[in-house]
């Protein structure tokens, strides 16, 4: 006798973990504007120390969100957020709170070590823009003047720049937090229904470029096209 169980297909869901894109960016902006604070001394002999504690207590979040981008099978931004919980969690908060410590000690602390880093991880978003040059015009405006904020402020820490370039790259990174809301907001928008103009592309993707030799598909489809390239957009951050 043929048992009917045998014959029925095992269908097996495999669910994707949710996109924190949300989260990612409003940790990246709030970051950005207590470096500003800091950095033009609006937040008084402590706010060194204060920011390295802030910074430690998202270095968790940071992690979890980019390995949740690795599981989704988004590469790019994984390795993003991987760099940004390494060194503006983990490695920021370290300098943040031992240059603090070793100042009550008295102990020789070098902030060129923290200079180098800045100006390495500036160059490693400077090779990300490429990237969002495809996406649109608030996501490259975010890497480009965090890239510049962190070239300069590296640059400043180092000696090869004078100490004007902390001010400069204060007020990039001041831009970058109110970018940095902009973009949580379309995110965030983009789940809930309502769409936050984000501008254009700047430079045409491939796939853009290869549609327009192709045959012209029928208006749903059109209307479906531009549809997905929007969800793909707000899935970038």
């Known amino acids: 006798m043929t048992n009917d169980h045998e014959n029925k297909a095992t269908i097996v869901h495999v669910q994707r973990p949710s996109h924190p894109g949300v989260s990612m960016a409003f940790i990246f ?4 504007f207590l470096f500003w604070a800091n950095i033009l001394g609006y937040l008084g002999p402590g706010g060194s120390l204060a920011i390295g504690v802030v910074q430690f207590a998202v270095y968790g979040s940071y992690l979890a969100g ?5 599981k989704r099978g988004d590469d790019f931004d994984g ?10 969690g983990g490695v920021g908060g370290v300098l943040n709170v031992g240059s603090t410590i070793s100042a009550v000690l008295g102990l020789p602390f070098s902030p060129q070590v923290g200079g180098i880093c800045w100006i390495l991880v500036g160059a490693f978003l400077l090779a990300c823009t490429p990237a969002m040059l495809r996406s649109n015009l608030v996501d490259a405006a ?6 510049l904020a962190l070239l300069t402020l590296g640059f400043s820490i180092v000696g090869f720049l004078p100490a004007v ?3 400069v790259a204060a007020w990039l990174l001041f831009v970058v ?6 973009l949580t907001a379309s995110i965030l928008g983009s789940m809930i229904g309502y769409r936050v103009p984000m501008g254009p592309a700047l430079l045409r993707s491939r796939s853009a470029t290869s549609a327009k030799s192709e045959e012209t598909p029928a208006p749903g489809l059109q209307a479906k096209d531009r549809s997905d390239q929007g ?7």
Do not use: P
């Open 177 to 182: 937090g109110i970018l940095g809301m902009v």
């Open 142 to 147: 975010v890497y480009v003047l965090a890239a």
């Open 165 to 167: 370039g902390l001010t």
């Open 231 to 237: 969800l793909h957009v707000t899935a970038r951050r």
């Open 66 to 70: 980019s390995v949740m981008l690795f």
């Open 29 to 32: 902006s709030t970051l950005s």
């Open 79 to 88: 390795n993003v957020f991987m760099v940004f919980a390494a060194f503006f």
